[in-house]
């Protein structure tokens, strides 16, 4: 019996265990916290290229993207990470509180952290995507969810949903492990590469 390496439920089939293994390398890489940024960033390189008709090698290319993006990468994801983590740090503190100034700094605190999540997303991408400076950098992502408001909110409750829904079903995390991140910046692609065209465009 000879198989046809042509047979699209084949390389369908290759396709999906490329995205796990992607995935799971994903993960790992992540480990150390601190590689988080230079990880992101080369799982959106590799995604944003397979999302333009499946071209590029997401699997091979990761490495080369980890390594290319790890220097600005990692200095965005510092930058972002230390005011991110003084702004949840702010909810949680005005969270224990009961009076309606506190519920409002607290739900400021909130919407100030997302907004923080959604510049440390786009500074991975536009890393992934763009040779621009740190500082640059830093300024269009913190622009960009402003510019695209709608979209933004999908690059930012996709991350999120995966969460909640690990949170909530914990048995979801075995889809998370496996291929849940690779999907999640493959859909996100889709939207970063809007963005940015329409960005070019304007």
């Known amino acids: 019996m000879k198989i046809n390496p042509e047979n699209r439920n084949l390389q369908g089939m290759t396709s999906f265990l490329g995205l796990i293994a992607l995935n799971v390398l994903y993960l790992i890489t992540c480990l150390p916290i601190v590689t988080i940024g230079a990880a992101t960033s080369a799982l959106y390189e590799v995604m944003i290229r397979y999302s333009d008709d499946e071209s590029g090698r997401p699997l091979k ?7 290319r993006n790890f220097l600005r990468a990692t200095m965005l ?5 230390v005011p991110f983590l003084l702004l949840v740090v702010g909810a949680v503190f005005w969270s ?3 009076s309606v100034i506190a519920g409002a700094a607290m739900v400021l605190a ?12 786009y500074a991975m991408a536009l890393t992934a995507t763009y040779a ?17 408001p709608v979209r933004t909110l999908g690059v930012v409750l996709i991350p ?12 979801f995390g ?3 492990a496996t ?7 493959y859909v996100s692609a889709f939207l970063f590469r809007k963005v940015f065209e329409r960005r070019r465009a304007a």
């Open 61 to 67: 290319d990761y490495f080369p993207a980890f390594g």
């Open 179 to 185: 291929i849940g991140c690779s999907i999640g910046a």
């Open 160 to 171: 999120i949903a995966v969460v909640c829904i690990t949170i909530a079903v914990p048995v």
């Open 174 to 176: 075995i889809i998370l």
């Open 77 to 81: 994801w510092l930058a972002l990470l």
């Open 96 to 98: 224990g509180h009961p």
């Open 110 to 121: 909130i919407i100030a952290a997302a907004y923080v999540f959604a510049a440390f997303l």
């Open 132 to 148: 621009n400076t740190f500082r640059q950098t830093l300024k269009n992502a913190f622009l960009l969810p402003l510019a695209e």
